[in-house]
């Protein structure tokens, strides 16, 4: 079993690829374009499959730091949204 980079498997072949891993074209260009850790296993029978790797636990690629709490800036308080709160007529009435 072979273990290819889905760019370099699907080079100058996309429409072949993606209807071999029954997706769309515009799906495996989009992960292409968007560099996704994406390989396809080609087996000795010539089936294919494609497998992802991703950072664990979930991770985004771009920016790991954005999704540690207290990574705003130094001096930085972040708050809730203030939301006016209207008391309910049941509460109003047994006043």
């Avoid at 209807?19 to 029978?45: C, H, N, P």
């Amino acid at each position: 079993m072979q273990r290819i980079p889905l760019a370099e498997y699907a080079a100058r072949r996309h429409a072949l690829t993606a209807s071999r891993l029954g997706m769309s074209q515009g799906a495996l260009s989009k992960a292409i374009r968007e560099g996704r850790s994406i390989f396809v296993l080609e087996s000795d029978g010539g089936c294919i499959s494609a497998v992802e790797e991703k950072p664990f636990p979930g991770q985004r690629r771009e920016n790991a730091a954005s999704s540690c709490p207290n990574s705003s800036p130094p001096g930085i308080k972040e708050s809730a949204p203030e939301v006016p709160v209207q008391v309910s007529s049941t509460a109003q009435a047994s006043r």
